[in-house]
């Protein structure tokens, strides 16, 4: 199994490709991304993970709008 932080930088370089309407990112949705985060998030003392998921969430309705 994958540590914590190796599955958050994943959601955070999926963010990116869905950001980008990169052709690479798949399927992926914006809710995929929000549900690997939020399973990662694992200790984060500094709140870099808390507002990276509050990203997400903002920005989920723009990028299904797309």
Known sequence: MTSEA???AAAVAAFG????DSKFKGATSA???LAWA???RGADA????AEFITLVKKA??????K
Do not use: C, D, K, N
């Open 46 to 49: 500094e709140g870099y993970r």
């Open 38 to 40: 939020e399973a990662a």
């Open 6 to 8: 190796t599955r958050f």
């Open 17 to 20: 490709m869905l950001l980008r």
């Open 60 to 65: 989920a309705p723009l990028i299904a709008a």
């Open 31 to 33: 809710e995929q991304v």
